[in-house]
T-cell receptor, first 110, second 116 residues
């Protein structure tokens, strides 16, 4: 069974810093890997989807990479802003099932 | 285009009761997935429906069931509620389902269920 781990569980940084969130998965036979953002008490918003054949995806200040061989993905956030404060979750898509990590709670201090 | 809607947003029930949650997907989406989110277990996959058929199922007891209607709207039912069923229940819709490489899931705001 796929297991997804996210480190760190929580992160607090000053505004303007660049930061990296980590996601690891045990089964490399994935269709894709997605990064989501969840604000308190709300649903998830898809940020980036990396297909299994891709190495990275970019959207604005966000860049996600995927290394299937090592079972790792990273989410890079450039020039962080207070509005980026949220919980970030990664999800591995294994043949019709999404397996989620427990998330990294990010706090960007003004 | 309207997003995924879930009703009700909040629900309080007592042990032993049953509950039905509703999810309306984005127009044109045929796949609806349900998830349970708790502080201890995180986000766990319940089941997925596509074209009125349950296509995939997570590791939850039979008390958790669902269905999908011809308009793609989906309902989830939990019978004989237990305290541990207190959670945020999220549904997500996508065009064709979780089995495709490029399909993105769009999540609703969730239903917060509290079991007393």
């Amino acid at each position: 069974k796929q297991e997804v781990t996210q480190i760190p569980a929580a992160l607090s940084v000053p505004e303007g810093e660049n930061l990296v969130l980590n996601c690891s998965f045990t089964d490399s036979a994935i269709y894709n890997l997605q990064w989501f953002r969840q604000d308190p008490g709300k649903g998830l918003t898809s940020l980036l989807l990396i297909q299994s054949s891709q190495r990275e995806q970019t959207s604005g200040r966000l860049n996600a990479s995927l290394d299937k061989s090592s079972g790792r993905s990273t989410l890079y956030i450039a020039a962080s802003q207070p509005g980026d404060s949220a919980t970030y979750l990664c999800a591995a898509n294994n043949f019709n099932k999404f397996y989620f990590g427990s998330g990294t709670k990010l706090n960007v201090k003004p | 285009k309207a997003g995924v809607t879930q009703t009700p947003r909040y629900l309080i029930k007592t042990r032993g009761q049953q509950v039905t949650l509703s999810c309306s997907p984005i127009s044109g989406h045929r796949s609806v997935s349900w998830y349970q989110q708790t502080p201890g277990q995180g986000l766990q996959f319940l089941f997925e429906y596509f074209s009125e058929t349950q296509r995939n199922k997570g590791n939850f007891p039979g008390r958790f069931s669902g269905r999908q209607f011809s308009n793609s709207r989906s309902e989830m039912n939990v019978s004989t509620l237990e305290l541990g069923d207190s959670a945020l229940y999220l549904c997500a819709s996508s065009l064709t389902g979780t089995g495709t490489r490029t399909d993105t899931q769009y999540f609703g705001p969730g239903t917060r269920l509290t079991v007393l």
